[in-house]
T-cell receptor
Framework: KQEVTQIPAALSVPEGENLVLNCSFTDSAIYNLQWFRQDPGKGLTSLLLIQSSQREQTSGRLNASLDKSSGRSTLYIAASQPGDSATYLC???????????FGKGNQVVVIP | GAVVSQHPSWVICKSGTSVKIECRSLDFQATTMFWYRQFPKQSLMLMATSNEGSKATYEQGVEKDKFLINHASLTLSTLTVTSAHPEDSSFYICSTLPGTKNIQYFGAGTRLSVL
């Protein structure tokens, strides 16, 4: 069974700082890995998807890296803004059955 | 990205009643849909995998007679929480999987509060 761990569980940073969110997973047999954003009481917003053959993916201020063999992914958010405050979820997609496994998330607060 | 509509977004009900949640794929046919549950401060946990035209596959520990899943068409799956109790209060969210891609698209979720 895939186990996903996200570190740190929570962090607060002043506006403008760069964010580094870490995700590790136990089973490297994955199709892809997605990073999501979840605001309190809301659903999921897909941020980035990295295919298993890719090393990184970028969208605006967001950059996600993937080291499949070691079971790690990192989400970088440059020049953080108060609007980036949310919980960020990492979800590897299991090879064969397309199941997503979720960690508990990185809860981010960006202080104006 | 694909559009997935989940309804209702919020429901409050009395203990013992049944609640139906709908998940619709609006712009593609979804052969597979997934249902997740999220308790406060916890991860999303997969409850079941729903395949069109066949019985759902439930995860260990999820009661199939309590959480009825129907996937009668390629664009609609429903989750019915039967005889709901306060411990069933949670955030339920669905996702759809197009036949052509290994990418899941999520609904906005349903917050269920059982009194």
């Amino acid at each position: 069974k895939q186990e996903v761990t996200q570190i740190p569980a929570a962090l607060s940073v002043p506006e403008g700082e760069n964010l580094v969110l870490n995700c590790s997973f136990t089973d490297s047999a994955i199709y892809n890995l997605q990073w999501f954003r979840q605001d309190p009481g809301k659903g999921l917003t897909s941020l980035l998807l990295i295919q298993s053959s890719q090393r990184e993916q970028t969208s605006g201020r967001l950059n996600a890296s993937l080291d499949k063999s070691s079971g790690r992914s990192t989400l970088y958010i440059a020049a953080s803004q108060p609007g980036d405050s949310a919980t960020y979820l990492c979800a590897p997609c299991q090879y064969g059955n397309n199941r997503l496994a979720f960690g508990k998330g990185n809860q981010v607060v960006v202080i104006p | 990205g694909a559009v997935v509509s989940q309804h209702p977004s919020w429901v409050i009900c009395k203990s013992g009643t049944s609640v139906k949640i709908e998940c619709r794929s609006l712009d593609f046919q979804a052969t597979t849909m997934f249902w997740y549950r999220q308790f406060p401060k916890q991860s999303l946990m997969l409850m079941a995998t729903s395949n069109e035209g066949s019985k759902a596959t439930y995860e260990q520990g999820v009661e199939k007679d309590k959480f009825l899943i129907n996937h009668a068409s390629l664009t609609l799956s429903t989750l019915t929480v039967t005889s709901a109790h306060p411990e069933d209060s949670s955030f339920y969210i669905c996702s759809t999987l197009p036949g052509t891609k290994n990418i899941q698209y999520f609904g906005a979720g349903t917050r269920l509060s059982v009194l």
